[in-house]
C-alpha cells in the first residue's frame, strides 16, 4: 500500500511570496488533515477535510492560509503572503474516516524556509 | 481545548535498557491516544495506539499504559535498540463527530547509545 505523497519536500521563498504544497493520500482514505510542524515541537492541525468537505480550520489563519480538496482526493495548502514565522514543516495526514478515531497516517512533509 | 504534555524532553539510555515516555492531558472526553515515532526527515509514523477502553496494549517491545483517571498515559520500550533513536510524540484525540482532531504532545528525544 503506497503511503500518502507529499510535494515538494523542500521550498525556500522571501516573506511575502506565496507558496503551494500538494498531497496525496492513502487510497480509499476519506478523511485528509494538514499540520503544521515548528522545529522542536509537535504537529499542529491546521485543517481537516472529510472528502471534499472542511471538518475543522479552526486553528487556520485565513487571512493567509487556505487549503482545497477540491474531488475528495488530492489537496493544496497554500500561503499567501508568507511570514518568517510560517517557517516549518507541513505534513499531510490521512485516515479512513474522520471519527471512531481512525489511525492517521503521515507523509514526509514539505520544509518551508522564509528568508 | 485539549492539553498534552510529555516528560522527559530528553532521554539517553544504553542499548539493552529499558525506556519510558510520559503523558498527561487535560480534557476527560479524550478517549483515543497514539504514539508516533519520527526520525530525522520523515514524518512520524504511527508506533501503538491505545483506546480509553483498555488499560494496556503490548506490541513485541512495546507497551502502552492508560490511567484514565489521572489522564496520563505512558510508553514502554524494553530492550531497546540504537535504531529505536528518535523523537518520540504522543497524542490525544475525542473523536467523534466533532472530527478526529490529535493534539500532541511537545516529543521526547530518546538517544539509545551502543
Known amino acids: 500500500e503506497a503511503g500518502v505523497a507529499q510535494s515538494p519536500r523542500y521550498k525556500i521563498i522571501e516573506k511575502r511570496q506565496s507558496v503551494a504544497f500538494w498531497c496525496n493520500p492513502i487510497?480509499?482514505?476519506?478523511?485528509l488533515y494538514w499540520y503544521q510542524q515548528i522545529l522542536g515541537q509537535g504537529p499542529k492541525l491546521l485543517i481537516q477535510f472529510q472528502n471534499n468537505g472542511v471538518v475543522d480550520d479552526s486553528q487556520l489563519p485565513k487571512d493567509r492560509f487556505s487549503a482545497e480538496r477540491l474531488k475528495g482526493v488530492d489537496s493544496t495548502l497554500k500561503i499567501q503572503p508568507a511570514k518568517l514565522e510560517d517557517s516549518a514543516v507541513y505534513l499531510c495526514?490521512?485516515?479512513?474516516?474522520?471519527?471512531?478515531?481512525?489511525?492517521?497516517?503521515f507523509g514526509d512533509g514539505t520544509r518551508l524556509s522564509i528568508l | 481545548g485539549e492539553n498534552v504534555e510529555q516528560h522527559p524532553s530528553t532521554l539517553s539510555v544504553q542499548e539493552g535498557d529499558s525506556a519510558v515516555i510520559k503523558c498527561t492531558y487535560s480534557?476527560?472526553?479524550?478517549?483515543?491516544f497514539p504514539w508516533y515515532k519520527q526520525e530525522l526527515g520523515k514524518g512520524p509514523q504511527l508506533i501503538i495506539d491505545i483506546r480509553s477502553n483498555v488499560g494496556e496494549k503490548k506490541d513485541q517491545r512495546i507497551a502502552v499504559t492508560l490511567n484514565k483517571t489521572a489522564k496520563h498515559f505512558s510508553l514502554h520500550i524494553t530492550e531497546t535498540q540504537p535504531e529505536d533513536s528518535a523523537v518520540y510524540f504522543c497524542?490525544?484525540?475525542?473523536?467523534?463527530?466533532?472530527?478526529?482532531?490529535?493534539?500532541f504532545g511537545g516529543g521526547t528525544r530518546l538517544m539509545v547509545k551502543p
Open positions: 497524542a490525544a484525540s475525542k473523536g467523534g463527530n466533532a472530527g478526529n482532531m490529535l493534539t
Open positions: 487510497s480509499g482514505h476519506a478523511t
Open positions: 480534557d476527560s472526553a479524550s478517549n483515543y
Open positions: 495526514a490521512s485516515s479512513l474516516r474522520g471519527y471512531s478515531n481512525q489511525p492517521q497516517h
